[in-house]
């Protein structure tokens, strides 16, 4: 989820009469900056909860305004940070980490070096234990001022499924939970390929009661 591949995109920008043609900056910029362009362009004020830096300066000038600048992601449970030409990635391997046992499972951070080794193949967490330090305390620090989702319902409570007689109902495939957006296929089942996800819990599991309330994810 959090690798560079992910991430890293090429971006054309036209801005005649402004941006000189043929110019070309190879560092970090993020689609948070694009607002806060725009901000600039309009000669106004970027409101003081929006992230991202004005990219004119980059690309006339290929002056970055914020050389220390350090970037966050935190997606479904994996965790990556980009300062410099360093990269940390935090992503869980194991086998069946859905299940009630590994849920909560986290690996180390690995470190790579971007520029060299763009693919991220080379860990060097080992090798240079400061910069995995200073930018997991960055990290840290980014994640604990996040706010929470403005959205007026607050995200649902993670319960376990439950079969009628009230045991926990186990997914085929090894999870201890589901979710109501959890869809899954079978694997046995003639279902066209369009129809392949679109299977709830109670397909799944026949004896999890359909309308039962603890067959689902619920508030």
Sequence with gaps: MQWEGNYRMPTIVTF??????????????????????AVAVAETELPQ???GKNLLPLLM???????????????HGTEASRWKQWRIVKYNKEKNWHSEKNHNKQTNWRLYDIDKDP????????????IVREMSQRY???LKQMPQPRSPVKPPKHMLAHTKDGNKARHPFGRGWMTVEEWDKIKDDPTKWSEMYMRPLYRLQPNVE?????????P
């Design 140 to 142: 840290d620090a980014w």
């Design 119 to 130: 693919a991220e193949k080379i860990d060097l967490a080992a090798e240079k234990p400061d």
């Design 210 to 218: 359909k309308d039962s309330p603890l067959s689902y994810v619920g």
């Design 61 to 75: 000038e290929k002056k970055n305004p914020n050389p220390d600048e350090t970037l966050f992601w935190n997606t």
């Design 16 to 37: 005649p009469g402004t941006l000189p043609a043929g110019k070309e900056y190879k560092g970090m910029a993020s689609t948070m900056d694009f607002y806060a362009t």
């Design 49 to 51: 909860h929006c992230e």
